[in-house]
Every structure is written in C-alpha cells, then in structure tokens.
C-alpha cells in the first residue's frame, strides 16, 4: 500500500472515529447520549484497517462497542450521534442507542449487548452468501471476552467446515469489563485457536493499522475466492473506561493506560507517514481540521433534531406482512 490517497483515507477513518468518540464521551458527561456509552478510542485500526477492504454490499456484524465499525463500514457520523442523542434522525431512529446501531444500507447489520451472538450472525450470513453463489463477505468484530462463549465455538466450527465467507475479527483489548484476559483463558493465544477449526489464525498488532489493513486484505481475499474464513487477533487496548462514567483504576493503573497511550495507533500512523514522506503535516493538519468541522457538524445535527413522536412508539415492533 504505497499510494498516498489510500493512506489518508486510513488516516481520515481514524480520526472521524476518535473526534467523535471524544465529542461523545463529552455529550454523555452533558446527559444527551441516554444509557451506556461504550468508546472506541484506541481500537481505531482496528475497524479501519479491516473494512478498507469491504464492499457496499458485504456485512458486518458488531458489539456493545461498535460506534467506530459503524463509521468504518460508511454510516453517516450525524445518523450515529443522532442515533446516541435518541433522536429521529438516528440510524434506528432513536430507539437503539449506543449499543444497538443498525444500518443494512450500509451493511452495518446490527450491534448487540450481548457478548458473542455477531460471531453467529456473520456465520450465518457467510452461509447465505455461499448459498446464493456469491462473492460477499461477512464480518464478526468481537472482543477478548467473547472467545470463551459457545457461540465461539460453534461459529468458528460452523465457518471451517463449510468454509465459509467470513472474517473473524477479536479486538483483544485485554479486558472483558474488569477481567483481565490472561486470567479468564487457559491458552490466552486467540490466534493459536484457529487451527481447531481448519482456518488460519493471525495475531496482529492492533494499534498498527497498516499490519490490519495487509492481513485482512489477504483474508478477504481469501473469503472472496471460496477459500474460507479467517482469525485475526488484533492486540489493542482502550485507553478510556470500559464504558463512560464508570471507575476505571479498580482494575489497572494509571501507569498502564498512559503507557499505552503513547501507542496510539493515530499517532503510530502520522509518525510513519511523516517519516516515510507519504504525507506533510501541513495535509494532515488540515484533515484534521476538516474532520473535526463534520464531527462538530454531526453533533449540532444531532442535538438539533426531533424526538421520536410517541404515537410511532409501536412502529418498527414488528412486521407489517
């Protein structure tokens, strides 16, 4: 990947995801974003790096923490941040929340509470797609604690038997809530587990999204020409608390986040870029500047737009035919 458009638009993904998870985790202190607020900040490779690969049509199925797979995948930043201010406009019309997106003209396909279901969802899909002969692909972004869960098992299994058109994507940020990875699996190796279920197992740098971009390049490569699905263990962190608002120093120290803080896989990108002579820092800077104009755009929308009218509060239960 040597070609300089491709590069900023990584970089520019990376940002959107970070500015607006930042101006979030302000709105929710201010009391407009209603329930939990799970933040991405950290993990942004991630979710860039792998849907630089995915088409329009390809799906991708989420978690609690999925505002920065949303954005990735296209939806717009003011349908996301309506979305968290329950507002009309959102992407489920204010009925979703932080941990509930759902954009199928996006394939964003659906984000859940739930620890594990995405895993099945995209084996699901991935069976469609064979079914129906074509060269789509389905996405599982899951995280650490999520591995343990049956459903794990069963849609890894599931994906290598039939080999099946999937990427399956454990953002390892180390901690499930509280609970430290290492003490939560016996073979605490995510990657190590592919081999069980006849796939390839990868474990990646998370915070250097340029390793993510190449490694799920080849995956979705290989999910395209029916040669089956993927692993990726993605080694990452989040740097804000599990989710806004809670006590973050219970279970880590302030010495382990600030550490890893200075991996930030923003700032890993701008150093190389500047180093590699890719881009100037006169062009970043003014990506920067624009990204933050849309997010600040995005969050006067947001805050701007209707309620939801009470009298469609049974519309979207079920449906109609």
């Not at 300089?4 to 990584?10: G, Y």
């Not at 962190?237 to 302030?254: A, C, I, L, N, Q």
């Not at 003014?286 to 309620?307: I, N, P, Y």
Request: a negative charge.
């Amino acid at each position: 990947m040597q070609e300089k458009q491709p590069f900023l638009e990584l970089y520019r993904t990376m940002m959107l995801i970070r500015l607006c998870e930042e101006r979030l985790a302000k709105s929710h202190s201010r009391g407009l974003v209603h329930g939990a607020c799970h933040t991405y900040v950290g993990q942004e490779a991630i979710a860039t790096g792998v849907s630089a690969h995915l088409r329009l049509e390809d799906v991708v199925f989420s978690t609690h923490r999925g505002h920065g797979h949303a954005l990735a995948k296209g939806l717009d930043p003011r349908q996301l941040i309506a979305e968290l201010y329950g507002r009309e406009t959102g992407c489920s019309r204010g009925r979703g929340g932080s941990m509930h997106l759902f954009a199928p003209e996006v394939g964003l396909m659906g984000t859940s509470g739930i620890v594990g279901p995405c895993i099945l969802q995209a084996a699901g899909a991935g069976y469609s797609f064979k079914l129906l002969k074509t060269d789509r692909v389905a996405v599982a972004f899951f995280g650490d604690g999520a591995v343990n869960n049956g459903a794990f098992h069963e849609g890894l299994n599931m994906a290598g038997i039939w080999k099946l058109p999937v990427l399956f994507v454990c953002e390892n940020n180390q901690f499930a809530t509280e609970v430290p990875f290492a003490c939560s699996a016996g073979n605490p190796r995510v990657a190590h587990r592919g081999a069980a279920y006849g796939m390839p197992g990868i474990e990646l740098d998370g915070n250097d999204v340029l390793a993510v971009h190449t490694a799920a390049g080849e995956a979705v490569a290989r999910a395209r020409n029916g040669e089956g699905p993927t692993l990726l263990e993605c080694i990452t962190y989040r740097t804000r608390p599990h989710s806004e608002g809670m006590g973050d120093f219970t279970y880590r120290t302030r010495e382990d986040v600030e550490q890893w803080k200075t991996r930030c896989p923003i700032l890993k990108l701008k150093r190389h870029a500047l180093e590699t002579g890719w881009a100037s820092i006169e062009a970043l800077d003014t990506l920067e500047r624009e990204v933050a104009a849309v997010v600040e755009l995005a969050h006067e929308f947001g805050e701007q737009s209707d309620w939801p009218n009470p009298a469609t509060a049974t519309h979207h239960v079920y449906a109609s035919h």
